[in-house]
Structures are given as C-alpha cells and as structure tokens.
C-alpha cells in the first residue's frame, strides 16, 4: 500500500513539474508563434492586394465556411473560407468589392489531379472575378463538386458582406 502511494506521489510530482516546464515554454513563445500567423496571413493577403493595408474584422455568420474576414484600406473586405472539395479541404480568398469579386486567391487545395486542381489556374480567378452578388459564381465543368461548394462559401462571403457594410 505504502509504494502505491509513493509511486502516485512521485507521478503527481513529475506531472507538475512537467506541466511547469511547459507553461513556462509556452508563456516565452506565445508572441513569436502569434507574429508568424500573423505574417503567413498577410503573405496570403497580398495575393491579391499587393499593397494593401490589412484589418482582422470580428463576425458572425452561420454557415460556418468564413474562417477570417479582413478589410483592406480600399473598401473590399477579403474572406478567407475553408470547403470540401471533392477529395479533401480548399481553402481560398476572395475579395470583395463593389459587391462584385475583385480577387480569388487558392490559398491550398489537394483535389483529383487534372481536373480538380483546375481551380488553382490563373483562368479560374479570372473567370470569377467581376461575378456580381446577384449572379451565379461560375462553375468548371469535371469539377463541379468542387467548384459547387467554393461557390456555396463565395455566397456565404456575399451575405456576410452584406451585414458588414460593405459595397
């Protein structure tokens, strides 16, 4: 009984000490962790605006696609949302402008080689960029599940920009 004991305070002992270490490692790194999220959004950010000035906005929406919403110092606000593909995750920005798409940027996307990864493309951004709110976000033929659902989140991004005030 007495080693039971024993080994149980040993273990509570080691635990605390280790559970120290930790909050200490974790108390002298907060800062530099949070300044590389915050410079790997911005490295993504300047996809589409090069030169802009970026704000975090707080929201709520309910679709739950929108991850983050940024205005930018021109008046568009850019969404970063994250959908199912076909065969796994994408996540993308889209800006919005004058309630049209001013800018599309994949920020990462692992589809069917071909023909998924076409949302990728130059051509694709092109293609949506100028979509107004009250039109239908362009789809690709063979990948139209993919394209399908960036179009259910590009819908989520009107919506909210809606409440947010944006033109």
Same mark, same amino acid.
């Given at each position: 009984?007495?080693?039971? !004991?024993?080994?149980?305070? %040993?273990? $509570? $002992?080691?635990?605390? !000490? ?5 909050? %200490? ?7 530099? !962790? ?11 950010? #300047?996809? !589409? /605006?090069?030169?802009? $000035? &970026?704000? *975090?906005?707080? &929201? ?15 008046? =568009? ?11 796994? /995750?994408?996540? /993308?920005? #889209? ?8 800018? &599309?940027? #994949? ?13 990728? *493309?130059?051509? /694709? ?6 979509? $107004?709110?009250? *039109? ?6 063979? #990948?139209?599940?993919?394209?399908? +659902? ?6 989520? =991004? %009107? ?7 944006? +033109?």
């Amino acid at each position: 009984m007495k080693r039971i !004991i024993y080994l149980a305070c %040993f273990l $509570a $002992a080691i635990s605390a !000490i280790a559970g120290g270490i930790l909050a %200490f490692v974790n108390d002298m790194t907060y800062e530099r !962790i949070n300044e590389m999220a915050i410079a790997s959004e911005k490295e993504n950010l #300047v996809k !589409i /605006y090069p030169s802009g $000035a &970026f704000e *975090e906005v707080t &929201f709520s929406e309910d679709s739950g696609l929108i991850e983050k919403v940024f205005k930018v110092d021109n008046g =568009a606000y850019i969404y970063k949302i994250s959908v199912y593909g076909y065969k796994d /995750y994408v996540s /993308y920005l #889209v800006a919005i402008k004058d309630d049209t798409i001013d800018g &599309f940027a #994949v920020i990462s996307v692992n589809d069917t080689p071909g023909y998924g990864m076409r949302i990728d *493309e130059p051509e /694709y951004a092109d293609l949506l960029k100028g979509t $107004a709110v009250n *039109e239908d976000v362009p789809l690709i033929s063979g #990948v139209t599940i993919t394209t399908g +659902n960036v179009a259910k989140g590009i819908t989520a =991004a %009107f919506t909210l920009n809606d409440s947010l005030g944006g +033109n």
